[in-house]
């Protein structure tokens, strides 16, 4: 089955400043990739997704790249705030099943 | 904007006890999903729903667990019997169309259920 895998576990930056979140997924059938970002004892909240027939999405601050040969996508964010703090998820549907894959998460902490 | 909307936002229950999670998915919806979180870990995918029948289910998804769309508007997770290690925050989650194209799914706020 999909295995996606995100590192480093945490990500220190200035307000103000970038933010590059990268995940890893394993079967090459994925074609679906959506990004939660979760606050402490809240919902998952979708805040973009890419399908595998594109390579780029942006929205506002965020946008997501996507390499399907390497099979890794990746979440940035610019132009951080303090409320971009959270827990962000990379996730994967791989094939025609619907279950969404997550990696294990990033707590991103922005420094005011 | 709508929303899924799941009761109660908190369980606590004593171990051997049924559960019944309840769920509420976005109106026009047609895939109903339940996941689970064990503290500080990711999200787990538990079975997903679709024309009054599971989809698929994971290798954690065992005779324990059951669930159930009783009526036009309600997704219910049933634990028979709960275990300590069943403690975890469970999301239901909805897609207006989750199949091969891959839809977006919408997350329920969770319950806590804490197993003694």
């Known amino acids: 089955g999909e295995n996606v895998e995100q590192h480093p576990s945490t990500l220190s930056v200035q307000e103000g400043d970038s933010a590059v979140i990268k995940c890893t997924y394993s079967?090459?059938?994925?074609?679906?990739f959506p990004w939660y970002k979760q606050e402490l004892g809240k919902r998952p909240q979708l805040i973009i997704d890419i399908r595998s027939n594109v390579g780029e999405k942006k929205d506002q601050r965020i946008a997501v790249t996507l390499n399907k040969t390497a099979k890794h996508f990746s979440l940035h964010i610019t132009e951080t705030q303090p409320e971009d703090s959270a827990v962000y998820f990379c996730a994967a549907i791989a094939g025609a099943n619907s279950k969404l894959t997550f990696g294990k998460g990033i707590t991103l902490s922005v420094r005011p | 904007e709508p929303e899924v909307t799941q009761t109660p936002s908190h369980q606590v229950t004593q171990m051997g006890q049924e559960v019944i999670l309840r769920c509420v998915p976005i109106?026009?919806?047609?895939?109903f999903y339940w996941y689970r979180q064990i503290l500080g870990q990711k999200v787990e995918f538990l079975v997903s729903?679709?024309?009054?029948?599971?989809?698929?289910k994971s290798e954690i998804f065992d005779d324990q667990f059951s669930v159930e769309r009783p009526d036009g508007s309600n997704f219910t997770l049933k634990i028979r019997s709960t275990k300590l290690e069943d403690s975890a925050m469970y999301f239901c989650?909805?897609?207006?169309?989750?199949?091969?194209?891959?839809?977006?799914?919408?997350f329920g706020p969770g319950t806590r259920l804490t197993v003694t």
């Open positions: 729903f679709y024309n009054n029948e599971i989809s698929e």
């Open positions: 109106s026009n919806h047609l895939y």
């Open positions: 079967d090459s059938a994925s074609n679906y």
């Open positions: 989650a909805s897609s207006p169309n989750g199949g091969r194209d891959g839809y977006e799914q919408y």
